[in-house]
C-alpha cells in the first residue's frame, strides 16, 4: 500500500519550499512549536479537562486568551467555519434576516442555508488596487438594515485591505444590530505597525484564524465574544454542536504558545526584513502594492497575469498564497529574532526570476456585482449541467467559489449575466480551481421539472 500523501509532502519538503503562505509558522520556522511534541496528542484523560465542559486547565489555558477587557475567548479546533456556524445558528430563532457582505467566507453563506432564514447581501465597495471587495459601502449601509436580527462582516479581506470597521460597527449598532466579524486573517491585529482589531470598535462576536497568521497548528483559531453579547450563552453552547468531540490537545497547546507569542512579540525585525524583501522585488520591476495590513504584500508585474507570476515564484520554490489574473498574494511571516526562516535564501532566489520587460496587458476588467440583493438560503433540487455558453439569463444551481480564497464570487439563486459568463470562461481558460465550475458546464435550476 502506498502512501501518496506523506510522500507528496516528504518530496516537497526535500525542495527546501519557501512559504509566503498560510498557516503562519511557515513550515515551523516562526515562533515555538518546537515546544510540542506527538506523544502530546492526547485525550480528556484526568487531568486534562473536556473542551465541551471546561472547568480546570482548559478554562485555565482559554483566560490567558487576553485581548481586550470585554471579551472572552473560547478555543475552536475546526477552525474559523466552526465560530461562523455557532453564531449564525444562534440566531436562527430571533426574528428578522441575516445582513452579509458579499466577499464573506462560503462558511457564511452554508450557515445560512443551514438556517433556512432570510439574507440579504450589503452593497460594496471594491479596490482599485487589487479589484477585490473591501467592505461594505458605510454611506448607503444605515438604508439596509431594515429587519436585519444580525451582521457579518469580513475584516480584513483576503488581500489585506481593510474596511473602517469602527464606523460599520457604530452603524450597526446604532440601528440595534449586532455584529459577527470575520477577522480570519487578523489574529495579528494590534502588535506594533498593525490595524486595530474589530474588538477595539465593540463587536459582538469576532472570530480570527490563529493558524494563518500567528504560529499555531492549521484548524486552530479563537473566537472572541463579548461580555454583553446577545445570545452569548447560547452560542457558547453550539461550539460544542459545531466542534469535534475529540479536540485535539496539540492544537489547543499551539494556540496556547501561538499567544504566548503574540504577547511577546516586538515589530521592528519584521518591517526591517519587509523593507528588504520589497526593495530586492522592486529592484526585478515588480510593482509591489503595499495594503493596510503589512503583512500582505501584492505583486504586480506590466505585462503579466498573476498566474504567470506565481509559476515565475513557484520555479524557484518560492511559494505564494494564491495568484488571479491581476497579482500574485504574499502573506509574510512575522519575523522575530533567531527565527529559522529562510529569508536570505528568499532573496537569492528573488535575484535568480527571469523578468522580461514587457507592455501592459490590455485590461479586461470584468466588473463584480456591488449591488444589495437578496441572497437564496434554500437548496436548489431540480438542477441539471450545461455549457456556460448557454448559461445567460439561467438560474445558477450552486456557488461558484475561486479557491483560494473560498469567497463565492456567484451565488445560487442568482440569475447568470453576460459578463459571468465572460468570468466564468476566463476561469475556465486559466484553469483555475473553482468550485462549481466542471470543465466547462455549470449547475443550473431545472425549471422543467
Same mark, same amino acid.
Given at each position: 500500500m502506498g502512501l501518496p500523501l506523506v510522500n507528496q509532502l516528504k518530496a516537497l519538503h526535500h525542495t527546501k519550499p519557501i512559504s509566503l503562505h498560510v498557516p503562519g509558522h511557515k513550515n515551523m520556522t516562526i515562533g515555538n512549536l518546537n515546544q510540542l511534541d506527538f506523544t502530546m496528542d492526547m485525550t480528556e484523560i484526568t487531568g486534562l479537562d473536556d473542551l465541551h465542559h471546561p472547568e480546570d486547565v482548559l478554562l485555565e489555558s482559554m483566560e490567558t486568551i487576553h485581548k481586550h477587557p470585554n471579551y472572552d475567548a473560547f478555543y475552536l479546533v475546526n477552525g474559523t467555519t466552526s465560530g461562523i456556524l455557532s453564531v449564525i445558528q444562534s440566531y436562527k430563532d430571533e426574528t428578522g434576516r441575516y445582513g452579509v457582505v458579499r466577499n464573506a467566507h462560503k462558511s457564511v453563506f452554508h450557515a445560512v442555508d443551514l438556517t433556512q432564514q432570510p439574507c440579504h447581501l450589503f452593497e460594496m465597495t471594491m479596490s482599485n488596487e487589487t479589484k477585490q471587495y473591501i467592505g461594505p459601502r458605510l454611506e448607503t449601509l444605515h438604508h439596509q438594515l431594515n429587519e436585519t436580527k444580525l451582521a457579518i462582516l469580513t475584516y480584513p479581506n483576503y488581500y489585506g485591505e481593510c474596511v473602517n470597521i469602527a464606523n460599520a460597527v457604530q452603524t450597526l449598532h446604532a440601528h440595534d444590530v449586532p455584529v459577527l466579524v470575520d477577522e480570519a486573517h487578523g489574529a495579528h491585529f494590534d502588535l506594533e505597525g498593525f490595524p486595530h482589531s474589530a474588538m477595539q470598535a465593540g463587536a459582538d462576536y469576532v472570530v480570527q484564524s490563529y493558524h494563518k497568521t500567528l504560529p499555531a497548528l492549521t484548524m486552530g483559531s479563537v473566537i472572541f465574544i463579548h461580555k454583553e453579547a446577545p445570545v452569548r450563552e447560547r452560542v457558547i453552547k453550539y461550539l460544542s454542536y459545531f466542534q469535534t468531540s475529540s479536540p485535539s490537545y496539540l492544537v489547543m497547546s499551539s494556540l496556547e504558545l501561538a499567544h504566548q507569542f503574540y504577547n511577546n512579540y516586538k515589530s521592528a525585525e519584521f518591517f526591517n526584513k519587509r523593507q528588504q524583501l520589497i526593495n530586492a522585488l522592486s529592484s526585478k520591476q515588480f510593482k509591489v502594492v503595499e495594503v493596510d495590513d503589512p503583512l500582505k504584500l501584492i505583486i504586480q508585474c506590466d505585462g503579466y497575469q498573476g498566474f504567470e507570476l506565481q509559476e515565475q515564484f513557484e520555479s524557484l520554490q518560492i511559494y505564494t498564497e494564491l495568484a488571479d489574473e491581476y497579482q500574485v498574494l504574499f502573506v509574510l511571516p512575522l519575523w522575530h529574532d533567531n527565527d529559522n526562516y529562510p529569508f536570505e535564501l528568499l532573496l537569492e532566489r528573488i535575484k535568480q526570476l527571469k523578468i522580461q520587460e514587457r507592455a501592459p496587458l490590455d485590461e479586461q476588467r470584468i466588473i463584480y456585482n456591488t449591488e444589495s440583493s437578496k441572497y437564496y438560503p434554500g437548496d436548489i433540487n431540480d438542477v441539471k449541467e450545461i455549457d456556460i455558453d448557454?448559461? #445567460?439569463? #439561467? @438560474?445558477?444551481?450552486?456557488? @461558484?467559489?475561486?479557491?483560494?480564497?473560498? @469567497?463565492? %464570487?456567484?451565488?445560487?439563486? #442568482?440569475?447568470?449575466?453576460?459578463?459571468?459568463?465572460? %468570468? %466564468?470562461?476566463?476561469?475556465?481558460?486559466?484553469? %483555475?480551481? @473553482? #468550485?462549481?465550475l466542471y470543465g466547462h458546464k455549470i449547475k443550473i435550476k431545472d425549471d422543467s421539472k
Open positions: 448557454q448559461a #445567460e439569463n #439561467e @438560474i445558477l444551481a450552486t456557488h @461558484i467559489v475561486p479557491y483560494p480564497p473560498g @469567497i463565492p %464570487l456567484m451565488f445560487k439563486g #442568482e440569475k447568470i449575466s453576460n459578463s459571468m459568463v465572460k %468570468l %466564468l470562461h476566463n476561469w475556465h481558460n486559466q484553469n %483555475l480551481k @473553482i #468550485e462549481g
